[in-house]
């Protein structure tokens, strides 16, 4: 899309004791109620991680995946990040290289194209990151 | 004969997008930045970019931006609210409830001192009527942004048109968007292609295929807006760019648009504030893409007296450019194109807040 594209920032990622939890900025130019994503994509090592595992969070609230698409009343600010929580049995260590692929669908409520259909920008980052 | 109108300069927060979202500069730092760099006095923002919480705002956050705007000396504009139709996944928004979605957005903009609420095309002839009172309750002005792909003589805005003259408030209006009236398709976006390694080939069908839609003129239809955007799709899928196809259609087909300028002149006297959209200032001065001279000349002829506020949007390809550069190099085009034309833009700010409040009819 027009704008910028980037989700994944070099300090997007952070290791939690029960896995990986990458920060992903917001690919639009406003501030977006959380319903306007439609899908969340994540590969973690160049191996897709199922989508039941993940959860995310905003506003120190978490949902799954499906779950987001109901949050109409729930706002993404421009500069806050959606964090996308992947479990792992053992997350690496801080400082440690990760390979992540991240692939956000985000459904713009105000670009109408046809009945209840929306302009919907897909955004697919893929970085090395360091764990912080 | 009509007095030469006096514009007053300003510019919208929109304009230092990358930054903001970046978190290199808050909505603070981007005001004082603003004020210290003369690039107001008017100033406009997005609710739903500059605001957390939007469109809930706070007592505390409302004493705070009125104190920042006393200090700074700048002079509120316009606050640009949304229209989300699509919020809900299931289905549309009801008009009822598509009207209690503007409301707290109105309100806002009236609590900051926002004399002008911009909206979007979602907003029919009816939602307006319906949100009339709404606005005469907090007598603010509620602009409907005319921007690309519509136009001044697209169907939907003359529908409009002939609402607000059966209504006769002035309460209710435009908010011009340049953006509407291009003249060549942005150099920056090739250049910015070209670092992508874009076939060069495809640039030059991409340009060509926007000259070949501005001869058949801006498009009164969705069908023919929908063919132009096939056409640029397909353009992008046989030069191996498919994987870009739709943001080139979207770029090309719905930010550059067709219309000419003198087009404007049936909307300015329900023009309640202008985005002075444009794309870049080339090394002589001028803005290659949006026809800003020309612009201008027109709104000083007509007697225009309303706020501008500079809207770059090159941001979203151009990153080696300083935002509040060439916010700066187009202003200073702005005020020459005005002084051409016999007269000049206000950029005082106790004229500004004059001249708007006669603008606004606002004693």
Redesign the interface.
């Known amino acids: ?4 594209d980037t989700i994944l ?1 070099s300090d997007s990622l952070a290791v939690r004791e029960d896995g990986l939890a990458i920060g992903l ?2 690919p639009w ?5 959380v ?1 306007s994503v ?1 899908d969340v994509v994540v590969k973690v090592g160049g191996a897709e991680v199922p989508k039941d595992g993940l959860r995310a969070e905003i506003n120190g609230k978490s949902f799954t995946i499906p779950e987001l ?2 949050q ?1 009343d729930e ?1 993404w ?4 990040r959606l964090v996308i929580v992947v479990p792992q049995e053992q997350p690496p260590a801080r400082g440690d290289e990760v390979d992540v692929e991240v692939t956000l669908s985000i ?4 670009m ?1 194209i046809a ?2 259909v ?2 919907t920008n897909h955004a697919t980052n893929h970085r090395v990151l360091v764990a912080g | 004969m009509t007095a030469l109108g006096t514009p007053v300069q300003g510019v919208t927060l ?1 304009s230092f ?2 930054d ?4 290199k500069h808050s909505v603070e730092d981007l005001v004082r930045e603003v004020a210290a760099r003369g690039l107001g006095p008017g100033i406009e923002m ?1 609710g ?2 500059s605001i ?3 469109p809930v705002v706070a007592d505390g956050y409302v004493d705070w931006f009125q104190g920042l705007i006393a200090e700074t000396g700048l002079v509120p504009t316009c606050l640009s609210a ?8 299931d ?2 928004l009801t008009d009822d409830e598509l009207v209690d979605y503007m409301a707290p957005q109105v309100e806002a903009a009236a609590r900051l001192g926002f004399p002008v609420v911009r909206v ?1 095309i ?1 907003l029919t002839p009816d939602d307006m009527q319906r949100l009339l009172p709404l606005a005469e309750k907090h007598d603010v002005r509620l602009g409907l942004e005319v921007h690309s792909h519509q136009h001044p003589k697209h169907p939907r805005i003359q529908a409009l048109l002939e609402r607000y003259e059966q209504l006769g408030s002035h309460h209710l209006g435009f908010v011009p968007d340049w953006g509407a009236t291009l003249r060549e398709v942005p150099a920056t976006l090739m250049a910015r292609y070209r670092r992508d390694g874009v076939d060069e080939d495809l640039l030059r069908q991409l340009v060509a295929a926007w000259h070949e839609q501005d001869a058949e003129g801006a498009p009164m239809t969705e069908e023919q807006h929908g063919r132009w955007f096939r056409q640029v799709m397909g353009l992008a899928h046989q030069h191996g760019s498919g994987d870009r196809g ?2 080139m259609a ?2 090309i087909t719905g ?1 550059f648009g067709h219309a000419k300028p003198e087009d404007w002149l049936e909307l300015l006297p329900w023009a309640v504030h202008m985005h002075g959209k444009f794309y870049e200032i080339d090394a002589s001065g001028d803005e290659p893409s949006v026809p800003v001279e020309r612009i201008v000349g027109l709104l000083v002829d007509d007697g225009w007296s309303g706020s501008i506020s500079s809207e770059w949007e090159g ?3 151009n990153d080696w450019e300083d935002p509040f550069d060439v916010v700066a190099r187009m202003q200073a085009l702005m005020r020459r194109s005005a002084e051409d034309a016999g007269s000049r833009l206000v950029t005082d700010p106790d004229e500004a807040r004059s001249v708007l409040a006669a603008h606004h009819r606002r004693s």
Do not use: C
Not at chain 1, 1 to 4: F, S
Not at chain 1, 29 to 33: A, D, E, K, T
Not at chain 1, 107 to 110: E, G, N, S, V
């Open positions: 899309m027009a704008t910028d920032i900025k917001i130019y406003r501030s977006l109620w319903s439609s698409g109901e109409w706002l600010f421009l500069q806050d459904r713009l409520p105000y109408q009945p209840q929306y302009v | 929109y997008t990358r903001f979202h970046a978190r997005v739903f970019q957390q919480g939007f949304n229209a989300d139709a699509g919020l809900r996944r289905r549309m979007q979602s739709i943001e979207v770029n930010l941001f979203h390809w």
